[in-house]
């Protein structure tokens, strides 16, 4: 992504255009048909300031066929693969939000754990899937810490491999019972997980590289790697409306409505979400939104009451 000073940033998923703000205000809408069916008419913006009418005109240049569809992925892998396998790297040269950046996961998972796993998770064997992982820098800061097992997921070999090297026990300062256990060199696109072996699948600035068919797709049979109260976070740029697209990465940069839009196909419910604060002001808002697969509510402000219609366990 471009951000306000392109001196400062070129190239960066991170960081924001300032056409943006004020091009694509106004040009998102959901629309509810009689038929109950949601359409989205959601118009955007390319990194070159082109405007777009709607999505799927976007999509339809993007990937409205199978060559443009391979040509997209194999773009936005190819970008990754021509970065360092560094923190800075896998920031867009914003090295120091990394620190920010997992002050807030922490508190947000805290939270989540909390309500969400009997127990605050004490004493049982958590695991969590870290998508798109990267050099696995979420992993080594956060994940490793509170899962027993963190299975990593991401496509560019070198950063893998990197990951691999970062996370080895010697490298980690964690007990013997906190370990990184499969890299996966897979897009998301082409990941189904084991079925029910997840407490949490962490999906951190990368979705933005799936069209929206994969994306939706990708959750509908990641739901299915979830353990029965399970959940994802997904912590991601938020445009302020529409979408931006990325023409040098290959990834777009959605907003909240949109986002919304996808999780309602995706049949996947917003449990909590929560915005980061402390980033520089070029860069995109970034959020954090946790989804499961059944509607919780709230009672009385304690643990969340999950639906009567749901198995209990016979004790
Ligand atoms: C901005 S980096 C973020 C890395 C990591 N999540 C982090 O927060 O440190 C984006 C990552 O998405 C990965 N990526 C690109 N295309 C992908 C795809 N189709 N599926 C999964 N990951 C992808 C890149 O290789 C890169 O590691």
């Not at 091009?23 to 959901?30: G, I, S, Y």
């Not at 600035?205 to 299915?224: E, M, N, P, Y």
């Not at 002001?281 to 402000?301: C, I, N, P, S």
């Amino acid at each position: 992504m471009l951000c306000a000073n392109s001196n400062l940033c070129l190239n960066s998923y991170l960081a924001a255009t300032a056409t943006e703000t004020h091009q694509a205000r106004d040009k998102c809408r959901v629309r509810t048909r009689a038929t109950t069916r949601i359409e989205m008419e959601i118009g955007g913006l390319d990194s070159n300031g082109r405007e777009f009418k709607s999505a799927d005109e976007m999509w339809r240049e993007e990937v409205g066929d199978s060559q443009k569809k391979l040509d997209w992925y194999r773009n936005g892998v190819g970008y990754w693969q021509g970065v360092d396998a560094s923190v800075d790297g896998v920031l867009g040269g914003y090295a120091h939000v990394n620190e920010p950046d997992i002050k807030a996961s922490e508190a947000f998972l805290n939270t989540l754990l909390t309500e969400l796993v009997p127990n605050g998770g004490r004493n049982q064997h958590l695991v969590a899937l870290d998508c798109g992982s990267g050099i696995g820098r979420v992993t080594k800061n956060l994940l490793i810490r509170y899962f027993n097992e963190v299975d990593l997921l991401e496509p560019v070999s070198h950063f893998l491999e990197a990951a691999r090297e970062n996370l080895a026990p010697e490298n980690l300062s964690v007990s013997e019972e906190h370990k990184a256990s499969n890299f996966y060199c897979t897009p998301l696109q082409e990941f189904t997980p084991d079925t029910q072996r997840y407490d949490v699948i962490w999906v951190q600035w990368c979705i933005g590289h799936l069209a929206d068919d994969d994306f939706v797709s990708f959750f509908k049979r990641a739901k299915a790697g979830l353990k029965p109260g399970g959940f994802f976070v997904l912590k991601e740029n938020l445009a302020k409306s529409g979408f931006v697209l990325d023409n040098e990465d290959k990834s777009i940069t959605r907003s909240d409505v949109y986002f919304k839009e996808l999780f309602n196909q995706c049949g996947l419910n917003i449990y909590k979400l929560k915005d980061q604060k402390g980033f520089p002001d070029e860069l995109f808002a970034v959020r954090m939104y946790a989804l499961t697969t059944e509607t919780l509510k709230k009672v009385g402000g304690s643990r969340p009451k999950r639906k009567a219609n749901r198995p209990a366990i016979i004790k």
